[in-house]
């Protein structure tokens, strides 16, 4: 593997907190130079955790983390040359937005018309030019982040981390953030690590998502990998939603397979563990993936519609007993959708997950 390949490194890294609290455990990730890689999991699971050893302001236990194939064990915060951006942007009240700004060249003790057309240049970029002598408590939350932003930039660092920057800010100004922070990584060509437990957010902005649960790496891949070819119980239901059945598998041809669901139906799906005829799975299939129809597949009764403007949720009750969502494009419901009507639901088989039923939900 190249050495852009390997830019930052995670090698068994570890952290353990007084009193035996298992922050991070084991924890192996290479992350390329230029990625946008996200750290994705409930509250708890040690992505802050990782995020902030990586930044030097937490050690690890044990392991090795290295820059560019630089290790970074002896080396301190802001020797690391990483920009940093956090929820709560952390900008000095005293300060107008331009010094803000050039704070991390002040203190590198920059050229004064060096830090000038700096600050000039990435105040361009976040799109604050008319806002440079202000204060940030005479700016809106959206125009602070995007000071804290420009900060982190100012001085050209290959790497920046950013812990939840759009937590504080409303959905609408959020998803424009979004897409604005996404554009500038594609403009700089600088690699960013960004904390978040919203799903929607990881899977919108990044290259590829690490998902962490209980201080580990449960899985990392692209948005459309993590999506599309959950590897576990746990991240079909972190990363999108998913109805999950379990049930005995009947037949295996290659990757395909058909399980007998507990419940009595026979369904098909894609393995995603190495498992053979007789062998426990749980079958996982989105919600927008159930088609329902007057003719095929198994039959069901509507529980619930719920109206969500753009999309309806229909709630299901088969005869088994078992209870399945279904999304359905607010345009496209069929008229004989109501409540209590019979119908029946299928999936196609490229669409469901046979998964390892056993470390699903174990606790760790
Ligand atoms: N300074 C600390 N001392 C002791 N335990 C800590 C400390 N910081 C974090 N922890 C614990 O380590 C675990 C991982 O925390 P961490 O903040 O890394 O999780 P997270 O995934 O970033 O969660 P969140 O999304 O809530 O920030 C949690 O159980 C947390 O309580």
Redo the contacts with the bound molecule.
Sequence with gaps: MTDAARFVVFDKVR?T???G????RDLDLEIARGEFVT?L????????????MLAGF?TPSAGDITLNGKALANVPPYRRNIGMVFQNYALFPHMTVAENIAFPLTVRRTPRAEIEAAVLGVLDLVQLSGMRDRRPAQLSGGQQQRVALARALVFNPPLVLM??PLGALDRQLREHMQIEIKHIHARLGVTLVY???DQGEALTMSDRVAI?RD?RLEQVGSPLDVYERPGTSFVARFVGESNQFAGTIREVRGEACVVELDGGWTVPAMLAHAAGVGARTIVSVRPERIRLSASEGAPARVAELIYHGDHIRVRLGAESGQELFVKILSGAAPEWLRPEAILRAAWRGEDARALDPSPADAPR
């Design positions: 952290k907190y007084p009193g609290v298992h922050a991070v750290f999991g409930p509250s708890g699971s040690g992505k802050t955790t990782s995020l902030m937490e812990d939840e904390v978040t437990h962490f201080g």
